[in-house]
């Protein structure tokens, strides 16, 4: 019971961040392309309260937790777009999609910064390292998980981006069944096919990025 609850301490404060920083990326991005709707229902907002999904947020990522999953993902309430009140609705899209893996990308790389510092700075402080890398690998890891090019995760967006009309049309009509394929690939572990080169490729890129914080502060 103790080693779940420190688990739960660890990974709480960056999961809610992960979350809420994501959805706010959406929002803010499709207010920019010119989509108010998620502006005017208080979408655009760093306050989790109004991100946080109980089941997505909470019991999903528990019970994966719980039964050893190798990946632990959530979601937050998804922001509502209209991606017809977009300036050029079907480019703009990608982008719009493109803002919620970008902002964990930059948290993850803010998580690593930290640890840098803590390292140079020679704090022994077990439980802000934890959460640093719990910081890391959870932003790591909804980068991954949500850049699946299937609809209506933000990959699946992407794809529909970039497809001529006619394709996309096709491929859109996948979206009612996207969550059950997902949610059927994680648990038969395929997913992770995807989420470990996904996130290789990324760690290595941000541990580029990383280098001269390391040096200046080493």
């Known amino acids: ?3 779940i609850i420190q688990t739960i301490a660890v990974y709480a404060l960056p999961l809610i961040f992960a979350i809420t920083l994501h959805e706010a990326a959406h929002g ?3 207010k920019y392309f010119g989509d108010m709707t998620a502006y005017s229902q208080g979408r655009v907002s760093l306050n989790p309260i109004v991100h946080i999904d109980p089941l997505g947020t909470i019991v999903i ?3 994966l937790y719980m039964i050893g999953s190798p990946f632990l993902f959530g979601y937050a309430k998804p ?3 209209n991606f017809g009140n977009l300036r050029k609705p079907k480019k703009q899209m990608a982008w719009v999609a493109l803002a919620g893996p970008a902002a964990n990308l930059v948290m993850a790389l803010l998580w690593m910064i930290f640890v840098v510092i803590l390292h140079a700075l020679r704090i022994d402080a077990e439980f802000f390292l934890k959460m640093a890398q719990a910081g890391v690998s959870v932003n790591l890891m ?3 998980f949500n850049l699946f090019p299937i609809p209506p995760l933000d990959g699946g967006r992407i ?3 970039l497809l001529p009309n006619k394709l996309a049309y096709k491929f859109a009509q996948i979206e009612p069944y996207g969550f059950f394929i997902v949610m059927g690939l994680a648990y038969l572990q395929a997913l992770h096919f995807w989420m470990a080169p996904m996130m290789i490729i990324a760690n290595a890129f941000l541990g580029l990025l990383i280098l001269p914080f390391t040096f200046l502060l080493g």
Request: aromatic share 12%; proline share 11%.
């Open 1 to 3: 019971m103790n080693e």
């Open 28 to 30: 803010y991005v499709a």
């Open 61 to 63: 990522p528990a019970v």
């Open 79 to 81: 922001v509502p777009v």
């Open 142 to 144: 909804l980068f991954a």
């Open 159 to 161: 794809v529909l981006s």
